[in-house]
């Protein structure tokens, strides 16, 4: 007889409810289980009703994020044995408008991301024919870890900028705006700094820190933020010396064979 | 009822679905290109590709060479015209992806790294660490974003391709967050949906990977090609159905039985040594491993698990020093996701769904049969893998395949008329068809679990490693009282807000109709070739069966299955040297760069 | 609902306005332990200032000569004082310990291609605070 369990599940229905409440389950616990397996075994046999997000069920997709007794987690990397204790609290990612039950709304995450233009930027565009930008390893490691966001958005249930603040751009948006920015092939650090060196940018954050803590990829978003900053404070007073020690557009050019 | 229009329509977010986006987009600006995707871009399976993409960069290689490999390693099914075209451009594909930013491995100097991958003779797998569909993926999503001209539906589910005069006009799609069910009419419209691993019970996919622009094609009469080609890869967690890599045996790892046997010894596999060998017992072919193990299961000499039958890996005695140094990745993945800890505990593994190659009939631009109607990908079957692909060809196919389909969608586009209002008439009736089956229904007997459950387990019976006659039958059979109990099936979610068992639902209907094609297929090949192995038909006919199988959806009776030959132009068919290159490269070479 | 298209449009649907939003309370910070942490280590700033006050306070006293200095030392020595100079004590601890343990995630220096670790680059200010600490002791003690 495997062991038992409780999940309290927030359920919120607009068509029905002004205010979410919780339902309670009873469900296994075996050894391999994650959260995720419990809510399937919810959905599949006892509620189909519940509404939840899922796709890959190994960590690199990003669409289980949740609250798990209060903590942002990825709901299939998070095993039902770890959670401690005989009740289990789900809630959808908090400081996001909840559309139904553990589903959360993403359309204004998504316009912060396009708001940092995250793409390599160029000034030209050789021919492919001259083959590809030269990068050298450590090129590569210098900006590598901001690129393994996957956009799971537990950050932003983190930050509590983000929560008091809807417009400040989020943790995840500038690590990776500074992804690109540190990618030796891309000119666009001055376009993205005219974006991101404001309020609602990079001195929105308070380095609260929470945002790297959760982070499942340890992508470190508020280390990219700190290292935004200094580096906005260097090229702000790189502006005041005179002409010929002004700042130079992008991190120095690429190398192009 | 709202209804919106689009000259082209991209269905799935995927590496293809974006790729033909940009491609559309780069033919002509004032194109209105739409991606519409029941998931956000960034969550298609693509993500989940850990080896690479093959593309021929380096001097001591050559097109010629990766056309081979990838011929020979299909088994001589794969259209030859299309593979030469395929490793033509690959090298040029992921070359663009590079300079929108891809962060590929490097050499020292700051050049493109390769590598070693199965089945390849030379190195030419392009790579980013382990995670290079992620990276690809994120790429390709982050540049469509610098392209005003692509509108994107996130989580909209398309239902139905609406079709009339013979020409496909659009779609009928639900709109997730709202319930509410819409016409959006293109003059051309992409499928890049992915395969479909769930249709089996033990599989690598995702959850979304249903076949959905499979039987939507399939349903509105374009027919289906090679459908019984499925990729098995042998050692996959059981209940996760998580990969782990042929590096693993690479470095020593043990099979073996419920009596602690390494049973491989038993299939002509070579002689247990303490090390591993090249070629031999645990590195033996992908598809030799996956036999063996059908055949130790058949004797019970498999453990049974709540979760299947599986056999054991044994890294025990690899020790901790190399497995944290060579295979970190094997351990993390078994600890974070299954709680199990292959320094002191055995891994149950057992073969696994991997790909799919067959799909929907496309030529080399992608257009199907049906006018206005393409596909690109996993969901596509142009043929280029055969029947049985390579390992590193699929990424790239993505990215070619998704160019051209997208450059050839924006030409059709231009060339025609706007869809006419008839087919708001079709997205009227869907809607209803919608309501009174699933929606509004008070009653009916079934779970969709259940069915879903039953079918994995027939097709899997049926249609798995070893096919007969007999169990093709039975599983013919089996989905067809399926799909009767299909219409009996009650839904206990009745709310509009992003109702996911109302999408269960119908991804089962998909599936239901995809299993039925495969059976179908399996059952009329009557030879055994790659992955299509018939215990009954054991040998490989090169006379009758040099050919594609095209399955068409009955308008009632069963499937007319047709075949269409294959395309030979310089490389005639030979003897498969079985999955493994004479030069004896591993499938992954167990490398962890360092990140 | 319309699909996103280049002019961030908000995107409402017949059920927008029932999106649950649930409003962030006035309390946040004292919901979750690392919150009270951040907040506890920004107050700490206000300690700091009244400690540059009190010793700018002091030099001015210092100025007004022997009999305003030792006013302002028995104020001082006032019980309350002694509390509150205790407490603040803590906070200053507390603030310069964060701030060095944290100056390292805003500093990303490679070398030979690997970063270095964070405490590379905290030790030196603990090193310079102890330096400094013992040289005003020392001189402040002889």
Same mark, same amino acid.
């Given at each position: 007889?495997?062991?038992?369990?409780?999940?309290?599940?927030?359920?919120?229905?607009?068509?029905?409810?002004?205010?979410?409440?919780?339902?309670?389950?009873?469900?296994?616990?075996?050894?391999?289980?994650?959260?995720?397996?419990?809510?399937?075994?919810?959905?599949?046999?006892?509620?189909?009703?519940?509404?939840?997000?899922?796709?890959?069920?190994?960590?690199?997709?990003?669409?289980?994020?949740?609250?798990?007794?209060?903590?942002?987690?990825?709901?299939?990397?998070?095993?039902?044995?770890?959670?401690?204790?005989?009740?289990?609290?789900?809630?959808?990612?908090?400081?996001?408008?909840?559309?139904?039950?553990?589903?959360?709304?993403?359309?204004?995450?998504?316009?912060?991301?396009?708001?940092?233009?995250?793409?390599?930027?160029?000034?030209?565009?050789?021919?492919?024919?001259?083959?590809?930008?030269?990068?050298?390893?450590?090129?590569?490691?210098?900006?590598?870890?901001?690129?393994?966001?996957?956009?799971?958005?537990?950050?932003?249930?983190?930050?509590?900028?983000?929560?008091?603040?809807?417009?400040?751009?989020?943790?995840?948006?500038?690590?990776?705006?500074?992804?690109?920015?540190?990618?030796?092939?891309?000119?666009?650090?001055?376009?993205?700094?005219?974006?991101?060196?404001?309020?609602?940018?990079?001195?929105?954050?308070?380095?609260?820190?929470?945002?790297?803590?959760?982070?499942?990829?340890?992508?470190?978003?508020?280390?990219?933020?700190?290292?935004?900053?200094?580096?906005?404070?260097?090229?702000?007073?790189?502006?005041?010396?005179?002409?010929?020690?002004?700042?130079?557009?992008?991190?120095?050019?690429?190398?192009?064979? | 009822?709202?209804?919106?229009?689009?000259?082209?329509?991209?269905?799935?977010?995927?590496?293809?679905?974006?790729?033909?986006?940009?491609?559309?987009?780069?033919?002509?600006?004032?194109?209105?290109?739409?991606?519409?995707?029941?998931?956000?871009?960034?969550?298609?399976?693509?993500?989940?590709?850990?080896?690479?993409?093959?593309?021929?960069?380096?001097?001591?290689?050559?097109?010629?060479?990766?056309?081979?490999?990838?011929?020979?390693?299909?088994?001589?099914?794969?259209?030859?015209?299309?593979?030469?075209?395929?490793?033509?451009?690959?090298?040029?594909?992921?070359?663009?992806?590079?300079?929108?930013?891809?962060?590929?491995?490097?050499?020292?100097?700051?050049?493109?790294?390769?590598?070693?991958?199965?089945?390849?003779?030379?190195?030419?797998?392009?790579?980013?660490?382990?995670?290079?569909?992620?990276?690809?993926?994120?790429?390709?999503?982050?540049?469509?974003?610098?392209?005003?001209?692509?509108?994107?539906?996130?989580?909209?589910?398309?239902?139905?391709?609406?079709?009339?005069?013979?020409?496909?006009?659009?779609?009928?799609?639900?709109?997730?967050?709202?319930?509410?069910?819409?016409?959006?009419?293109?003059?051309?419209?992409?499928?890049?949906?992915?395969?479909?691993?769930?249709?089996?019970?033990?599989?690598?996919?995702?959850?979304?990977?249903?076949?959905?622009?499979?039987?939507?094609?399939?349903?509105?009469?374009?027919?289906?090609?090679?459908?019984?080609?499925?990729?098995?890869?042998?050692?996959?967690?059981?209940?996760?159905?998580?990969?782990?890599?042929?590096?693993?045996?690479?470095?020593?790892?043990?099979?073996?039985?419920?009596?602690?046997?390494?049973?491989?010894?038993?299939?002509?596999?070579?002689?247990?040594?303490?090390?591993?060998?090249?070629?031999?017992?645990?590195?033996?072919?992908?598809?030799?491993?996956?036999?063996?193990?059908?055949?130790?299961?058949?004797?019970?000499?498999?453990?049974?698990?709540?979760?299947?039958?599986?056999?054991?890996?044994?890294?025990?005695?690899?020790?901790?020093?190399?497995?944290?140094?060579?295979?970190?990745?094997?351990?993390?993945?078994?600890?974070?996701?299954?709680?199990?800890?292959?320094?002191?505990?055995?891994?149950?593994?057992?073969?696994?769904?991997?790909?799919?190659?067959?799909?929907?009939?496309?030529?080399?631009?992608?257009?199907?049969?049906?006018?206005?109607?393409?596909?690109?990908?996993?969901?596509?079957?142009?043929?280029?893998?055969?029947?049985?692909?390579?390992?590193?060809?699929?990424?790239?196919?993505?990215?070619?395949?998704?160019?051209?389909?997208?450059?050839?969608?924006?030409?059709?586009?231009?060339?025609?008329?706007?869809?006419?209002?008839?087919?708001?008439?079709?997205?009227?009736?869907?809607?209803?068809?919608?309501?009174?089956?699933?929606?509004?229904?008070?009653?009916?007997?079934?779970?969709?679990?259940?069915?879903?459950?039953?079918?994995?387990?027939?097709?899997?019976?049926?249609?798995?490693?070893?096919?007969?006659?007999?169990?093709?039958?039975?599983?013919?059979?089996?989905?067809?009282?399926?799909?009767?109990?299909?219409?009996?099936?009650?839904?206990?979610?009745?709310?509009?807000?992003?109702?996911?068992?109302?999408?269960?639902?119908?991804?089962?209907?998909?599936?239901?109709?995809?299993?039925?094609?495969?059976?179908?297929?399996?059952?009329?090949?009557?030879?055994?070739?790659?992955?299509?192995?018939?215990?009954?038909?054991?040998?490989?006919?090169?006379?009758?069966?040099?050919?594609?199988?095209?399955?068409?959806?009955?308008?009632?009776?069963?499937?007319?299955?047709?075949?269409?030959?294959?395309?030979?132009?310089?490389?005639?068919?030979?003897?498969?040297?079985?999955?493994?290159?004479?030069?004896?490269?591993?499938?992954?070479?167990?490398?962890?760069?360092?990140? | 609902?319309?699909?996103?298209?280049?002019?961030?449009?908000?995107?409402?649907?017949?059920?927008?306005?029932?999106?649950?939003?649930?409003?962030?309370?006035?309390?946040?910070?004292?919901?979750?332990?690392?919150?009270?942490?951040?907040?506890?280590?920004?107050?700490?700033?206000?300690?700091?200032?009244?400690?540059?006050? /009190?010793?700018?306070?002091? $030099? @001015?006293?210092? !100025?007004?000569?022997?009999?305003?200095? *030792?006013?302002?030392?028995?104020? #001082?020595?006032?019980?309350?004082?002694?509390?509150?100079?205790?407490?603040?004590?803590?906070?200053?601890?507390?603030?310069?310990?964060?701030?060095?343990?944290?100056?390292?995630? /805003?500093?990303?220096?490679? $070398? @030979?291609?690997? !970063?270095?670790?964070?405490?590379?680059? *905290?030790?030196?200010?603990?090193? #310079?605070?102890?330096?400094?600490?013992?040289?005003?002791?020392?001189?402040?003690?002889?």
């Amino acid at each position: 007889m495997p062991d038992k369990t409780i999940l309290e599940i927030a359920r919120y229905s607009p068509e029905q409810d002004t205010n979410p409440h919780f339902q309670t389950y009873e469900v296994p616990v075996y050894k391999e289980w994650v959260v995720l397996d419990a809510l399937n075994y919810i959905k599949d046999k006892v509620d189909g009703s519940l509404t939840y997000r899922w796709s890959c069920r190994m960590g690199i997709c990003g669409s289980c994020g949740m609250m798990v007794n209060g903590e942002p987690k990825l709901t299939c990397a998070t095993f039902l044995s770890s959670c401690g204790g005989h009740k289990i609290r789900l809630e959808p990612l908090r400081y996001f408008p909840v559309v139904r039950d553990l589903v959360t709304e993403l359309s204004d995450f998504l316009l912060k991301l396009k708001k940092v233009k995250p793409w390599l930027i160029r000034r030209d565009t050789p021919p492919l024919s001259q083959g590809e930008f030269l990068q050298t390893p450590e090129q590569l490691v210098s900006y590598k870890q901001f690129s393994m966001c996957i956009n799971c958005t537990l950050c932003y249930a983190a930050c509590p900028v983000v929560g008091l603040d809807p417009v400040f751009v989020g943790p995840a948006a500038i690590a990776l705006a500074q992804r690109y920015n540190m990618d030796n092939r891309d000119q666009g650090a001055g376009e993205r700094m005219a974006v991101l060196a404001h309020p609602e940018g990079i001195w929105g954050c308070t380095f609260v820190g929470e945002c790297t803590r959760v982070c499942p990829k340890h992508v470190d978003p508020a280390g990219a933020i700190q290292q935004y900053k200094l580096k906005a404070v260097l090229d702000w007073m790189k502006r005041l010396l005179p002409p010929s020690h002004s700042h130079k557009e992008g991190q120095g050019e690429s190398l192009n064979r | 009822m709202d209804a919106s229009s689009h000259d082209v329509l991209l269905v799935g977010g995927g590496a293809a679905g974006l790729r033909a986006a940009i491609a559309a987009a780069e033919v002509s600006p004032k194109l209105r290109i739409a991606v519409i995707s029941k998931v956000y871009p960034m969550r298609s399976h693509t993500v989940s590709a850990e080896g690479g993409a093959a593309g021929v960069v380096k001097p001591d290689d050559s097109l010629d060479e990766h056309a081979y490999d990838t011929i020979s390693g299909g088994d001589w099914l794969c259209d030859q015209d299309a593979v030469e075209v395929f490793v033509k451009e690959a090298p040029i594909e992921l070359l663009q992806l590079e300079r929108w930013g891809c962060p590929w491995n490097r050499e020292p100097e700051g050049h493109i790294a390769v590598r070693a991958f199965g089945g390849m003779k030379k190195r030419r797998t392009w790579f980013a660490a382990d995670k290079t569909g992620f990276h690809m993926l994120h790429t390709l999503f982050q540049t469509t974003l610098k392209y005003d001209p692509i509108a994107r539906y996130d989580e909209w589910f398309v239902t139905k391709l609406l079709t009339d005069d013979g020409r496909v006009q659009g779609v009928v799609a639900i709109e997730l967050m709202s319930g509410k069910i819409q016409a959006i009419t293109a003059k051309a419209v992409i499928l890049c949906t992915g395969g479909c691993g769930r249709v089996f019970p033990f599989t690598t996919n995702a959850n979304i990977k249903n076949g959905d622009g499979m039987a939507l094609a399939y349903r509105a009469g374009a027919p289906l090609k090679d459908m019984e080609f499925v990729q098995y890869h042998p050692t996959g967690l059981p209940f996760t159905g998580i990969l782990i890599t042929e590096a693993a045996r690479a470095e020593g790892g043990y099979l073996l039985n419920k009596d602690g046997y390494r049973y491989l010894q038993d299939y002509n596999l070579g002689k247990p040594e303490p090390g591993p060998v090249l070629r031999s017992m645990e590195l033996g072919p992908r598809d030799r491993l996956s036999q063996a193990f059908v055949k130790e299961d058949q004797q019970g000499r498999t453990i049974q698990t709540p979760y299947g039958s599986v056999v054991h890996l044994d890294l025990r005695h690899l020790g901790e020093k190399l497995i944290n140094s060579k295979l970190p990745f094997v351990r993390e993945l078994c600890l974070k996701y299954q709680n199990i800890d292959p320094l002191n505990e055995l891994v149950p593994v057992r073969p696994v769904v991997h790909y799919m190659m067959g799909g929907v009939s496309t030529d080399l631009d992608g257009a199907t049969p049906l006018a206005g109607l393409f596909a690109a990908g996993e969901v596509a079957c142009v043929s280029i893998n055969g029947a049985n692909r390579l390992g590193s060809n699929s990424l790239p196919e993505c990215l070619v395949f998704g160019a051209r389909a997208g450059r050839a969608a924006a030409r059709f586009a231009a060339e025609q008329k706007a869809p006419n209002g008839k087919v708001l008439t079709q997205a009227v009736d869907e809607e209803r068809r919608l309501e009174s089956q699933f929606l509004s229904k008070p009653d009916g007997g079934e779970r969709i679990s259940t069915i879903r459950e039953e079918m994995q387990g027939s097709v899997e019976s049926g249609a798995g490693i070893y096919r007969d006659q007999k169990a093709l039958t039975r599983s013919a059979h089996k989905l067809q009282e399926l799909q009767e109990r299909y219409r009996d099936i009650r839904l206990e979610d009745h709310n509009r807000t992003f109702n996911t068992e109302l999408e269960a639902a119908l991804e089962l209907g998909f599936m239901l109709d995809v299993a039925e094609s495969i059976v179908e297929c399996a059952r009329a090949r009557t030879e055994s070739r790659g992955a299509h192995q018939r215990t009954d038909f054991p040998a490989r006919d090169d006379g009758k069966f040099l050919a594609h199988s095209l399955v068409y959806r009955p308008a009632e009776g069963s499937c007319r299955v047709e075949y269409l030959p294959v395309k030979i132009t310089r490389w005639a068919p030979g003897e498969r040297v079985y999955g493994q290159t004479s030069k004896e490269q591993p499938e992954e070479v167990p490398t962890r760069r360092a990140s | 609902m319309n699909p996103s298209t280049a002019k961030p449009r908000p995107a409402y649907t017949e059920f927008h306005p029932r999106w649950y939003r649930p409003r962030v309370s006035v309390y946040w910070w004292l919901g979750e332990w690392q919150y009270l942490r951040f907040i506890l280590r920004e107050l700490s700033s206000v300690f700091v200032a009244a400690f540059v006050i /009190a010793t700018l306070l002091g $030099l @001015r006293a210092l !100025r007004n000569g022997p009999e305003a200095y *030792a006013r302002f030392l028995h104020r #001082l020595q006032t019980p309350t004082a002694i509390v509150l100079s205790t407490i603040s004590l803590f906070f200053v601890l507390f603030h310069t310990i964060t701030w060095f343990n944290l100056a390292p995630r /805003a500093m990303a220096i490679r $070398l @030979r291609g690997q !970063r270095l670790p964070d405490i590379v680059i *905290a030790a030196p200010n603990y090193v #310079l605070w102890l330096v400094v600490s013992v040289a005003v002791g020392w001189l402040v003690l002889r």
